[in-house]
Every structure is written in C-alpha cells, then in structure tokens.
C-alpha cells in the first residue's frame, strides 16, 4: 500500500512511531521500500555521503532533481521526500521553481529548512499541490552561519524554536523534521503540534525518525554523529539492517539516550 502524508498524520494520531531513511539511488531504495521503510528521503546531504564534500552548501536543485529521479524508479510504497538545497527558497517565485522540478522528478514532499521567514513560500507551495516538511533545529545549509554543526534549541533558544515549528505547521507545512535538539524540547513540540515530527538526534518521542543511509549501515566519513547506529553491524545484510532500524523505531528502542542529547 502507497504511503501518503495522511498515513504519517494517522500514525501519529495513534501514537505509532514510523521510520524514514536517505536514500540517493535506485538500488537502496528498493532495497529500503521493500523492507517496508515508510519514507524515503532525497537528502542534501547527498552534497557529503554521494560527492566527498564537507557540507551540503555545494548542492543544486539538478543534483536534487536527478538522485530523486533514480530513487524514484526504486519505489513503490514509501513517501518520497526530496530536499530543496541551499539558496533555493530565497523568494517564492523561486521557490515554486525549484519545488516544481523535485515534484516532475518523482517527489511527493519537498523539505525546506528554516522557520517563520518560509511562512508565505510555504503556504503558496500548498496551495499548488505541494506538499511540505519543514526542517528546523541543526540546518545543515546555515553551517556559516552557526559555526560548525550544534545541538540547537538549548536555552534561551527553545522558545524561538518553538514558534518557528509553529509558523511552519500553521503555513500548511504536512510535517517536520527535527535535527539535533535536546531529547525534552522534542517531545514537548512533538506533543503539541498536530502534524507527524521526525527526528534525527532529536531523541525517542518524536512521531518518526530520519537517518542518513550511511550513519545507519556504517559507512559513515568522517566523524561519527552520536545519533548514528550500524544495524548493519548487528545483522550481516542490509534488507535485515533496515528491517531492524524500523522495528527499533516503532518500539522505540532507537534511539536510546546514549543516542541522543539531553
Ligand atoms: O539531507 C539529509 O539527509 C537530511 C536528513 C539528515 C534529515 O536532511
Ligand atoms: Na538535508
């Protein structure tokens, strides 16, 4: 069966849990969509795990277009998001530009990060038909902007999160990824927004969980997030790996709290 965003919205109205994992080509993502994974993300973060780079900064809305296109051809029952990259949501013309060209690629969502500054661009993109997940906490693509790659969130900084997600989910956003912020704060925002929050380091009580392909089989470059977790490591093949990460996410074994930051 098809996953849609109403499925997502249906699991989180009776608090099960799903899984959602990168996935960059045809292969792994048959692979993932066969293991019954609910969603697959086209990552930016293609920019690192696909091109050796050391950000996702460098990656164009035709690389985006392209990866989605080949996961495309892998699928058939996993939602498909695809992130629009770095400089892509400037305006809202742009906006529909770029989106338009991961919805012809084969997407079914578009994840945008950033907060309340997106409201008009995300609530015009709805109402052509393009359904949105918003990503806020740790964005990747501000990494100038924040210095390097921190916990968000903590402190004075919650609140702000807080209306952001808000500003998002009121602009008509479907749902949102929540990337590396303390274990409570995600709960609280997970339990008080009434579309699905998928996490990655943003610990176990949110509605779903996102990881990168490589963090979840090991193939990680470079340092190694506290969130990741080899399931390939504890089953020898990759459909037995993903198998495993969904099941540890709908019970909520992943991540634990050694996994996640307090
Ligand atoms: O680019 C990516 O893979 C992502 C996930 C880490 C959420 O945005
Ligand atoms: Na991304």
Request: charged fraction near 20%; aromatic fraction near 6%.
């Given at each position: ?63 985006m ?20 990259p ?6 809202t ?6 989106a ?13 990060e ?105 193939f ?19 459909t ?10 709908e ?8 996994q996640?930051?307090?």
């Open positions: 069966m098809s996953i849609t965003v109403s499925t997502l919205k249906k699991l989180k109205d009776e608090h099960k849990k799903f899984a959602t994992i990168t996935a960059y080509d045809a292969t792994f993502a048959r692979i993932f969509d066969e293991a019954g994974i609910s969603a697959i993300l086209i990552g930016d973060s293609l920019g690192m795990t696909i091109q050796g780079r050391d950000s996702t900064v460098a990656v164009t809305i035709d690389d277009a392209y990866h989605t296109a080949c996961v495309r051809r892998g699928v058939t029952n996993a939602l498909i998001l695809a992130d629009m770095f400089m892509t949501c400037c305006d013309a742009s906006m529909c530009a770029n338009a060209k991961l919805m012809r690629a084969g997407a079914n969502v578009v994840k945008i950033g907060g309340a500054f997106l409201k008009d661009g995300i609530r015009t993109l709805v109402n052509n038909g393009v359904p949105v997940c918003g990503h806020l906490g740790l964005t990747p693509q501000s990494v100038n902007v924040f210095g390097g790659y921190k916990v968000q969130g903590r402190g004075d900084a919650a609140q702000r999160l807080i209306d952001d997600c808000f500003a998002v989910a009121d602009a008509g956003a479907s749902m949102i990824v929540l990337e590396c912020v303390p274990k409570d704060l995600a709960a609280r925002i997970t339990s008080e927004l009434s579309i699905p929050v998928i996490g990655i380091g943003a610990g176990n009580q949110t509605d779903g969980q996102v990881l990168v392909m490589h963090d979840a089989l090991g990680t470059v470079g340092h190694t997030p506290k969130f990741a977790f080899n399931f390939l490591k504890e089953t020898g093949n990759v037995d790996a993903v198998k495993l990460y969904i099941s540890m996410v019970s909520g074994q992943y991540p634990a709290d050694e996640s930051f307090k």
